[in-house]
């Protein structure tokens, strides 16, 4: 059993940052790309950005420029820093990962619970 668990979401105001942090724990061999997704009310969930083992990354349109993910292949956690945040932003965010708990067979998607980020205007 692999859990993904997200920390650092809150009430910001517009213009402002927060930075997320997404650690995985469990039975883990390898994890290959991990990645931030968000969702907001009434919306489909959407890809933030991603980034590799190897540390190649791609952001969604809206938040280039002002969000930089990174990741610690350590210590299994990767993050999101979001600066100038707009009240558009305001969403849940997920941690994805693609982890492999053997040396055998495919890598297994895996979310977190949600983190709740609030922007206000």
């Known amino acids: 059993q692999v859990q993904l668990v997200e920390s650092g979401g809150g009430l910001v105001q517009a213009g402002g940052s927060l930075r997320l942090s997404c650690v995985a724990s469990g039975v883990i061999y390898r994890i290959d790309d991990m990645g931030w997704y968000r969702q907001a009310p009434g919306n489909q969930r959407e890809l933030v950005a991603r980034?590799?083992?190897?540390?190649?990354?791609n952001y969604a349109d809206s938040i280039k420029g002002r969000f930089t993910i990174s990741r610690d292949n350590a210590q299994n956690t990767v993050y999101l820093q979001m600066n100038s945040l707009k009240s558009e932003d305001t969403a849940v965010y997920y941690c994805?990962?693609?982890?492999?708990?053997?040396?055998?067979?495919?890598?297994?998607?895996?979310w977190g619970q949600g983190t709740q980020v609030t922007v206000s205007s």
């Open positions: 980034i590799t083992k190897t540390g190649n990354t």
């Open positions: 994805n990962a693609e982890v492999k708990a053997r040396s055998y067979g495919r890598p297994v998607p895996t």
